[in-house]
């Protein structure tokens, strides 16, 4: 199998990532864009490598899953460590393991520690779990891939208890972009459910809760429905079974071709089975379809069970974005949920990475009462933040040149040179997380930046690798940009290195007293080297 351009490079970073210093590394990749296509072909080139493979997963389906995706892309088959099926003395270099049946200490005494010598993680957002460190300190020296596609910064901190790196990163605005996953049009629905009595455990909303708040609103909840997506192929999740069930009914005494399945339904094969063909058009469960089930076909996602957990709301929604013969877009509905907490995920969360973007963006499609992409949603609400920060750090850069230090803020720096990516920098991982080493210290200083204004290790390197590249392409420097925008000069930062020069020494040489002067017929508001 060919792979796409993405998931070649995916594939050449992992590797690299193993060949370096990173022996537990991450790969993050949204729903739908072949995760277990990209891990298949880096388990043929370990086991072309002499080593043995393990997959790891939580569910039968998803070792499903990967043993028929591997078979299908490279031809390898595995053996299965699951319940009363062993992979030992297999002579198949690949095993797909139940950590349900691994964790165990009698099971994991059969096994070698270097037994396996590459482990991936499927849905690596569960590794923290004491079940899967179990089965991954039993094999130390194996080389590790944890596979996610969550895209929350928040969720990529705690893996980095784990995890040493992302090795690579796809993210979900850009598969669109690129046309390898389908637009996503998201609607906020003018009904107002009050969660504020909703509790919390194990870090998300308690589904009991959920429950006894949601339940006095599903016949409206089905009447809107019938007004926004009767036409379409619909999931919708919620939190309990027999909510779940009773939605079912309430959905087709509205005229909905409705199915319900959940862990103990007999006939579930079969009922997804008529849901791919057609014969439904609504699939209610209650959270066992947020993973190792696709349907390309599905063109609506319906979150009845409210999360602030990102990584979850992704997987629902994410059941949606795949493309599909005819399917123009993902439609995802969306609710006012009524909530004192602030973490509650709303569509904004699948796309943006800065907090402020993310509200705005939700203000901003509540207040449309119409279908909205959220590609271009989340431009105009970049947009508009951009406009109210760039006010607010006017203000700041103002007070910034008027102090007289000899070094250069990185603030006053990273706007000069329109920097987005500094100015919003955020640690991901431990390492990243801590104060500046006295190596990065000295070294910025050297660059003439001020170190006391940086905050982590993380953004100290970050801004040592673009002050490196600035000085090979022969840009201008900090302390150029501090003298010539303190005497009104704009974006220097964008000048090279000899323009730079070149004005500061016509103002050394048009100045007296040791004072500098601009020179005669020159405005530093309007200037631009060259020009």
């Not at 043995?52 to 299908?72: F, N, P, T, V």
């Not at 849905?123 to 596609?149: C, I, K, M, N």
């Not at 230090?405 to 500094?422: C, G, H, T, Y």
Request: net charge neutral.
């Amino acid at each position: 199998m060919e792979l796409r351009p993405y998931q070649e490079e995916a594939r050449r970073a992992v590797e690299g990532d193993w060949e370096g210093a990173f022996l537990r590394t991450l790969l993050v990749l949204p729903t739908g864009c072949g995760k277990t296509v990209v891990f298949s072909k880096i388990i043929e080139d370990m086991v072309r490598e002499g080593r043995r493979c393990l997959i790891l997963a939580h569910r039968g389906e998803l070792l499903d899953q990967a043993s028929d995706k591997l078979l299908k892309v490279t031809g390898l088959r595995c053996a299965v460590e699951k319940a009363e099926e062993t992979c030992l003395g297999s002579w198949y270099r690949v095993a797909v393991g139940s950590v349900q049946s691994l964790q165990r200490p009698s099971r994991l005494a059969r096994f070698q520690p270097d037994h396996f010598g590459c482990i991936v993680v499927d849905e690596a957002h569960h590794v923290l779990s004491d079940g899967y460190q179990r089965v991954l300190e039993h094999f130390p020296d194996a080389r590790v891939l944890g596979v996610t596609a969550t895209p929350d910064r928040g969720d990529m901190r705690n893996l980095g208890q784990y995890f040493e790196h992302i090795a690579y990163e796809y993210t979900l605005p850009k598969a669109i972009k690129d046309g390898f996953l389908c637009p996503i049009k998201a609607v906020t629905i003018p009904l107002q459910l009050d969660l504020s009595g909703v509790g919390v455990q194990g870090g998300d909303f308690k589904s009991a809760d959920i429950d006894t708040a949601l339940d006095p609103y599903l016949h409206q909840i089905a009447a809107e429905m019938e007004s926004s997506c009767k036409d379409r192929r619909t999931v919708v999740f919620l939190p309990l079974v027999k909510t779940s069930q009773k939605f079912r009914d309430i959905l087709n005494a509205r005229g909905f071709r409705a199915a319900e399945v959940n862990g103990s339904s007999a006939d579930r094969g079969s009922v997804l089975k008529d849901f791919e063909e057609g014969k439904y058009n609504v699939l209610c469960n209650s959270m066992l379809l947020t993973e190792g089930w696709d349907c390309p076909a599905v063109d609506c996602v319906v979150v009845l069970r409210p999360t602030k957990v990102r990584s979850l709301y992704s997987q629902m929604v994410g059941r949606g974005t795949r493309l599909f013969p005819g399917k123009e877009d993902l439609l995802l509905l969306d609710f006012l949920w009524h909530t004192e907490r602030h973490e509650l995920c709303r569509p904004a969360c699948l796309i943006c990475e800065d907090e402020a973007v993310a509200r705005k963006m939700t203000e901003n499609i509540e207040a449309a009462g119409c279908p909205v992409d959220i590609a271009a949603a989340e431009r105009q609400a970049g947009e508009d933040v951009v406009a109210q920060r760039e006010e607010s750090l006017a203000k700041q850069l103002a007070e910034m040149r008027s102090r007289k230090r000899k070094l250069v803020d990185p603030l006053q720096f990273e706007m000069s040179i329109a920097a987005a990516d500094l100015a919003g920098y955020k640690p991901a991982f431990g390492y990243e997380m801590g104060p500046p080493s006295d190596k990065q210290r000295a070294a910025l200083e050297k660059f003439g930046i001020f170190p006391d204004e940086i905050e982590n290790a993380g953004k100290a390197s970050l801004l040592l690798d673009r002050l490196e590249k600035r000085h090979t392409e022969g840009l201008s420097t900090p302390r150029q940009i501090r003298v010539l925008e303190n005497f009104g000069f704009r974006s220097v930062g964008t000048w090279s290195f000899q323009d730079a020069k070149h004005m500061i020494d016509r103002m050394v040489a048009g100045g007296s007293g040791g004072r500098w002067r601009v020179p005669a017929g020159v405005d530093p508001a309007a200037y631009c080297p060259g020009r």
